[in-house]
């Protein structure tokens, strides 16, 4: 038979009873310092954490990045490192599809692209009206060149995953 710890509160017995992780909340648990919830998780996985002020909290699934790609996007282009990133797609000079592993529950997600090449400065965009819940686009220009190859993209997305 299996052993069943119940309880409701874990505290340190050392004398620090303001301390502790609180499990009497309805179908939530509190992780208290100071006598203070210094995070919350619900009975669905959503937790809140106390930002850096003390007082203001953050959504810790909102704030998260999503997804992200670092690639080569010069010659044959190719992945260096990524998360939930199932492939990379060449479109052309400077035009990159991302595919997305676990696709995002919208395509209003905020995506991110920095880029930059051994021959200068490169500007980069990405292009919103190719995002969709499947795949993130980036588009790479050069100042004085326009659209271009760059040796270094990187692309990441943040939103609510599906």
């Known amino acids: 038979m299996a052993s069943k710890i119940e309880v409701d509160e874990i505290f340190n017995a050392g004398g620090d009873n303001d301390t502790g992780i609180d499990l009497a909340t309805n179908d939530q648990i509190l992780l208290k310092v100071a006598n203070a919830t210094r995070l919350t998780m619900n009975s669905t996985g959503q ?6 002020g003390g007082t203001n909290t953050t959504n810790l699934q909102q704030g998260l990045t999503k997804a992200w790609h670092n690639f080569d996007g ?8 990524s998360f939930n990133v199932a492939s990379l797609t060449d479109n052309g000079t400077g035009d990159y599809r991302s595919g997305i592993t676990t696709n995002f529950g919208n395509d209003d997600y905020s995506c991110q692209v ?17 995002n969709t819940t499947s795949q993130m686009s980036s588009y790479i220009m050069t100042l004085g060149v326009g659209v271009d190859d760059a040796n270094i993209v990187c692309i990441e997305g943040i939103g609510d995953l599906a």
């Open 47 to 52: 937790t809140t954490i106390v930002g850096e």
């Open 74 to 81: 010069e010659g044959t282009v190719a992945t260096r490192d």
């Open 114 to 130: 920095c880029a930059s090449s051994q021959d200068g400065h490169v500007g980069s965009i990405e292009r919103e009206a190719y």
